[in-house]
Nanobody, 122 residues
């Protein structure tokens, strides 16, 4: 059974940084596409970033390009979303996802974590 567990969310002031972690079990993330999505209250789930570790292909939403990075640690079977220069509009519940296809669409991802809350105060 494949599971994803996110951690690292919290409350931070605007301009600050957070690093989200997503630990995978039951499958090696390096064999799949990994992604982060976020959902703010009253809004649809939105793409944040994707990673295809085997070819180190990444993709970022325009809103986070240049501020967020997406990396992985094979030994820990964990991926990370480093978020810098955070803005209040980054406030959301962040989800990690695993899928067979590198995509920006949430329906391409089969396995989801439970989410971790990120709150950025102004």
């Amino acid at each position: 059974q494949v599971q994803l567990v996110e951690s690292g969310g919290g409350l931070v002031q605007a301009g600050g940084s957070l690093r989200l972690s997503c630990a995978a079990s039951g499958a090696s993330f390096s064999n799949y596409a990994m992604a982060w999505f976020r959902q703010a209250p009253g809004k649809e789930r939105a793409f944040v970033a994707a990673l295809r570790w085997s070819v180190y292909l990444t993709s970022f939403a325009d809103s986070v390009e240049g501020r967020f990075t997406f990396s992985g640690d094979n030994a820990k079977n964990t991926v990370y979303l480093q978020m810098n220069s955070l803005k209040p509009e980054d406030t959301a519940l962040y989800y990690c996802a695993l899928g067979s296809r590198f995509s920006r669409r949430p329906n391409e991802y089969e396995i989801w974590g439970q989410g971790t809350q990120v709150t950025v105060s102004s």
